[in-house]
């Protein structure tokens, strides 16, 4: 299994458990899905009425976002000018980034991050921002949008701002 981590902050934002799409060398696309979660069911492996117990415990389940719940990821605002102003900050950390690690990879970063920006402003209204488990300010922040169904969610997220890290099974 392959775990995507914020390069800079150090969180983990997805996995390839979920379907992933490369988006324009510069992103990706990452499906997720509304789940509901049952909590105070748990299974003890006792019979309640053989045992005299109350077999009725209040069970309470909540519908969560796979991704955002998997990876406790947590909601964050922005107005245009906020988001301008954090972008471009990210943008120069990844790129200093970049420089160190991946010098060629500059100039594509760079003309491609500005396209997808230049699109992420012009949807503004579309998207939610989730940061990473940390809340780190100068991490990623995830965008959440929906697809053309107006029902599917799904993530964006800054393709050079992930390392991948392949998780060793038994």
Not at 2 to 10: F, K, N, S
Not at 57 to 77: C, H
Not at 88 to 100: P, R, V
Not at 156 to 165: A, I
């Amino acid at each position: 299994m392959l775990l995507y981590r914020d390069i800079l902050a150090g969180d983990e934002f997805f996995s390839d458990a979920y379907p992933i799409k490369e988006v324009d060398d510069i992103a990706y696309e990452v499906d997720c899905a509304m789940v509901t979660i049952a909590e105070g069911d748990v299974d003890i492996g006792a019979n309640p009425s053989a045992e005299g117990g109350d077999e009725d415990v209040e069970s309470t389940s909540q519908t969560v976002n796979n991704i955002i719940y998997s990876f406790r990821l947590t909601e964050t605002s922005f107005d245009k000018k906020s988001y301008m102003a954090y972008i471009k900050g990210y943008m120069k950390a990844i790129k200093n980034k970049l420089q160190e690690t991946n010098p060629e990879r500059v100039p594509i970063f760079e003309a491609k991050a500005t396209t997808l920006i230049k699109k992420i402003l012009g949807n503004f209204k579309d998207y939610e921002f989730y940061t990473g488990e940390s809340m780190d300010p100068d991490g990623m922040v995830a965008l959440l949008n929906y697809r053309e169904d107006g029902v599917t969610p799904y993530f964006t997220f800054f393709k050079d701002g992930l390392k991948v890290e392949k998780l060793v099974s038994d």
